[in-house]
């Protein structure tokens, strides 16, 4: 059964103080590792899609990054806006192209 | 386009009572999909459609949720009889053949009392 775990669960920065997040997964046969950012009383929206290991992929403070067993969300330089629940999923080949979510990272930057 | 369009946005019903919710996809997509969110479970995949007919419904609970798809730019999840572990956000995304990532609507809070 396909695997994703989210850590930390919560996170709280200052403004400016770059941080990761992580995206740990046990799958079988990889279709692509998704991250999405949600904020409350909405929708999940789509940040990055990675496919392959060493694959990075890069959005104004932030950068995604991954390997054969994990995958990081870097904030660099946060600010108060960055604040929202960050999801990572994968699609596999057991899930066709449905996603399989982590439980999110709330992350939180203070002024 | 406006998105992924989902109706009602909140939803507040007597245990027992059937619930309806719905949503219009993105025009063009092939995929949909629909997702339950709790804070227990996170995001969990129902039920996904590829040209109106259902791909994959293991996510489904129990048989007292059902889901239509009967054209290309509508479909219903239904729970009947509705319980209060029912409550939870629903969401409905799609996506097309060209793009990978879904797209996601706005949700409809339902709770169960």
């Known amino acids: 059964e396909d695997q994703v775990t989210q850590s930390p669960e919560a996170l709280r920065l200052q403004e400016g103080e770059s941080s990761s997040l992580n995206c740990s997964y046990t799958v079988s046969g990889l279709r692509g590792l998704f991250w999405y950012r949600q904020d409350p009383g909405k929708g999940p929206e789509f940040l990055f899609t990675?496919?392959?290991a060493g694959e990075e992929k890069e959005k104004e403070r932030l950068k995604a990054t991954l390997t054969k067993k994990e995958s990081f969300l870097h904030i660099t330089a946060p600010k108060p806006e960055d604040s929202a629940t960050y999801l990572c999923a994968v699609q596999t080949s057991n899930s066709g192209y449905a996603l399989n979510f982590g439980k999110g990272t709330s992350l939180l930057v203070t002024p | 386009d406006a998105g992924v369009i989902q109706s009602p946005r909140h939803e507040v019903t007597e245990m027992g009572q059937e619930v309806t919710l719905r949503c219009k996809p993105i025009?063009?997509?092939?995929?949909l999909f629909w997702y339950r969110q709790t804070m227990m479970r996170g995001l969990e995949l129902l039920i996904y459609f590829n040209n109106n007919v259902p791909i994959d419904d293991s996510g489904m609970p129990e048989d007292r949720f059902s889901a239509k798809m009967p054209n290309a730019s509508f479909s219903t999840l239904k729970i009947q009889p509705s319980e209060p572990r029912d409550s939870a956000v629903y969401f409905c995304?799609?996506?097309?053949?060209?793009?990978?990532?879904?797209?996601f609507g706005q949700g409809t809070r339902l709770t169960v009392v």
């Open positions: 990675l496919y392959s």
């Open positions: 995304a799609s996506k097309g053949e060209v793009n990978t990532e879904a797209f």
């Open positions: 025009s063009g997509h092939d995929y």
